[in-house]
């Protein structure tokens, strides 16, 4: 199982029958294809859409329906479609149950920054910032380092924030970590892993309530 | 998707109303009121409520009869021009009324139901209502700050809804029901139909599922949901 | 004719083809029937209506469709229905070519009071400061002078302002009277009037540009 | 009412877009961006303009295409994800580029269709983009002040529109489209279909003709229109 199928199992769990969420581009829109297939869920996409669907397949894309991300969904039966100014009004009027990101890097006191590396990648904001600071529940989903093996959960994120103190929980390929008042818990561990190699890993203190009933996911 | 149904009874809705709450009321003028929902809403008698209205209906309709009963201690609305029993009553001092212009205080449930904390307009700077209201310069212009408005419950008329809580307004009934259904915590429906989820068709949705908590279907309405003979020319 | 279909006729020539304009409650709503059967205008009703008709009678009435009044009215092709929030872009966007209200006084400025009488009569606010403000061109219908027989044009305003220098032009029983840079201007008399009438029961200095030349309506 | 009909040209169109104009563009991605008075655009030539969209459009395609021809001088966006050309003039100072939060940009450009001045909002209050922006308390809350956005000019598409301007759009065609209409001094707007008045829905019209000044009907849609294939999953 790769990485990101991993994550992408992980995360379906996350989500519960009648939530209204939003799942960013990249990771997160794979727990789509996890889900339940009846799970009555409304997915919402920042460009217009309530009730998203899964990728269309076979060449049933419809020129006038996309995704956030540029993808072709289907719609489930009750979707709507609305201006973007009513969708943003359900992210920060406070309308979603949860959101799920990508990231570069998270603090843990749930800092995150995701949006911008200076002198080197900077395209914009997007809907980010909305969807962390405005969302019930935010939750991440992202390899546990960076390509070149550095820890993404740190004390504290060296690159500009995309929204202060906002991430609930972070879904790796290694482990499930809640942010708490007192920093990183770890929740679950990878059956491929062990609470060593994520305390390793991870570039802040660890709480682990007890290493010998950690579940395993 | 067809497990999402937020069905409920006009009673238990009714019951979401906490004494002191504030109630967001749809409707401008007869259409678009939630006539039956303000009945309920009698019958539980829900004490000290904040109201949010345009208007409050004419003496012995819709809100004015929870206005009457002594259940509300604040109104925030537009106008009162046909009610002179709530006009009396605020002279009186038995209630009290906060006015806004119409479409500020559209735009400040909106800004409510968007997350936002306020916005910003010139709509009655050089008035009295100007007084006490924080102001701000922008691009050499002062503005005045008009805060968002929030409320605990709002109770929303709708011509069609489908189990799931997408809602179609009809005609002149739309007026602030979308915008109240976006800025309460919880939002009751009553709707005059409703409809199997998937049939209202996705372009035609007034206001999606997510904004909706409950709906209830009202069967039978009542004469206040009729055209008022009163205000019908008589040639 | 009375006085009120004698403003009414007169206002009803304020309005031009393809124009969208805003008639309030009272004076100004009694223009639409003098409006020629064919012009195609659109009138906009704040509760949320663009391309009103006119009143409805004989039991065509709509329980769902009121105007601002809260009359019956019909709608044209081309009507379209909205909520209030959108209903007020299109006056305070800028997107009304003219207003027309009622008034209590108007000041030689263009000071608008038509709210409030202290301590006597204070029902609200409505779409009144927002029409004042806004429209591209505010035009008054209103008696020349109050039921006792006192002036509403005035060099002042003693009454609480809906909105401050917004009136463009003043129909009444009596005269067509613009507000320009240098006060009141005569610009029509009644055929019923004189411009002796006028000036003796306006309450602020009248500029009568050629007094052998006034047009009459 | 028949009197009353705004179509148009595209090149006279083209021709209301001065040197040096702001412009707002509809669209999200490719649905409701409209390609083909971009098009008309690029022959008009108009130049040092500021362009107002959600993205820039795919290297090569919509109004990336104005921004490589050099016509563009700033451009107000929330993000340049899948736009490399454009990423690259930025970085090399080509061409100037504001960022805004997605739902802020489309509350600044609301605000200006609404008249008014701003918005309050936390969006981004603990980041870089809050530097330089007024601030304000609201309920003991610091919140900034997000101005509104205006225009010169729209350009807008629309699935559907009669001759005096009522449109619809389709499905998420729809996004920046009725906002921006109603944010610029001079709305112009490509129709897919152009049908007689009075034959669209009053309840389902989303954007009303009194914001639309012009209508070009688009009879063929370029290929531009079509599903991109570089985003169909390939199995």
Known sequence: ?217 | MSMIDKNTTRKEAAALVRDGASVMVGGFGVPGTPFILIDALLEQKPSNLTLIKNEANEDGMGISKIIEAGMCRKLITSHLGLNSTVIGMMNEKKIEVEFHPQGILAEKIRAGGAGLAGILTDIGIDTIISEGKTKVEVNGETVMVEESLNADVALIHAAKADRMGNMVYEKTARNFNPLMASAASTVIVETEEIVETGTLSPDEIHTPAAFVDHIVVIDNLTEEYGVLQSHVIQD
């Not at chain 1, 209204?20 to 409304?42: F, K, R, S």
């Not at chain 1, 669907?53 to 479609?81: Q, W």
Request: aromatic fraction near 6%; charged fraction near 25%.
């Open chain 1, 1 to 217: 199982m790769s990485y990101k199928t991993k994550i992408a199992k992980r995360t379906a769990r996350e989500i519960g029958p009648g939530q209204v969420i939003n799942l960013g581009i990249g990771l997160p829109t794979l727990a789509m294809a996890y889900l339940p297939e009846d799970m009555p869920v409304l997915i919402h996409s920042e460009n217009g859409i309530l009730g998203m669907g899964r990728a269309c397949r076979n060449g049933t894309e419809d020129r006038n329906l996309i995704d956030a991300g540029g993808g072709y969904p289907e719609i489930v039966k009750g979707a709507s479609f609305f201006d973007s100014a009513l969708s943003f009004s359900i992210i920060r009027g406070g309308r979603l149950d949860a959101a799920f990101l990508g990231t570069l890097e998270v603090s843990m006191n749930g800092d995150l920054a995701n949006w911008i590396i200076p002198g080197k990648f900077a395209p914009g904001i997007g809907g980010g910032m909305e969807l962390a600071q405005k969302a019930r529940r935010l939750i991440i989903t992202t390899t546990h380092t960076t390509r070149k093996g550095e820890p993404k959960l740190l004390k504290g994120c060296t690159l500009p924030l995309t929204a202060k103190a906002c991430v609930d929980r972070i879904i790796t390929e290694l482990a499930v970590i809640d942010v708490t008042e007192e920093g990183f818990v770890l929740k679950e561990v990878a059956e491929e892993s062990s609470v060593d190699e994520v305390v390793q890993k991870t570039g802040a203190p660890l709480i682990v309530p007890d290493e010998n009933s950690i579940p395993t996911f």
